[in-house]
């Protein structure tokens, strides 16, 4: 594990982000959103949570609650590709976990799960919006839709050259 606290450089980041929202405990989520995107890994380590929470006077226990009841936050580091695979009513109408066995199958992890390589991460999430061409994935930005278990093998394998 990385000594956070002794790395300046990120340290200097967390600081700046933490002066941009005014040191507020209000701004808990959208500071925890932005610190995790400017830490490898995109994830919120310990270190930084204990950090965040005794710079702007929240409780540590608070700021658990926040990174685990938000699914963009995590306190694991994730793959550079994150998977998320929506489970909401249309998309489970749909069938999604017809495609969920052939995402889970060609990663080799599970939902949760982060990939050997650390390329990908799989993850729920719920509806993103793209209800017209469920069942839908999203992978980092960008979305996949009308998904059958055939597309799955190329869609993964386009991130894997792109990423890799
Ligand atoms: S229900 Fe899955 S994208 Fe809307």
């Known amino acids: 594990m990385i000594d956070f606290i002794s790395n300046e450089e990120l340290m200097l ?19 925890l959103l932005q610190v995790q995107e400017i830490i490898p890994g995109n994830f919120i380590p310990e270190e930084i949570s ?7 006077s929240v409780p540590l226990s608070k700021t658990y ?3 685990t009841f938000f699914e963009a936050l995590s306190t694991h580091p994730k793959g550079k590709i994150l998977i998320q695979i929506c489970k909401s009513p249309v ?4 069938k999604y976990k017809d495609v969920l066995e052939p995402i889970e199958n060609e990663l080799g992890i599970s939902v949760g799960e982060t990939s050997e390589d650390g390329l990908f991460t799989l993850q729920y999430t719920s509806c993103f919006g793209a209800c017209d061409i469920s069942p839908a994935i999203r992978i980092n930005d960008e979305v996949h839709g009308n998904l059958t278990k055939d597309k799955i093998k190329d ?4 991130y894997r050259r792109k990423f890799q």
């Not at 998309?91 to 749909?94: E, G, K, P, S, W």
Request: aromatic residues 8%.
């Open 13 to 31: 980041k967390v600081d700046s982000v933490l002066e941009a929202h005014g040191y507020s405990e209000f701004k808990l989520l959208s500071i």
């Open 50 to 56: 204990k950090y965040i929470s005794k710079r702007i």
């Open 65 to 67: 609650e926040v990174i």
């Open 91 to 94: 998309c489970t109408v749909n």
């Open 155 to 158: 869609i993964i394998n386009s």
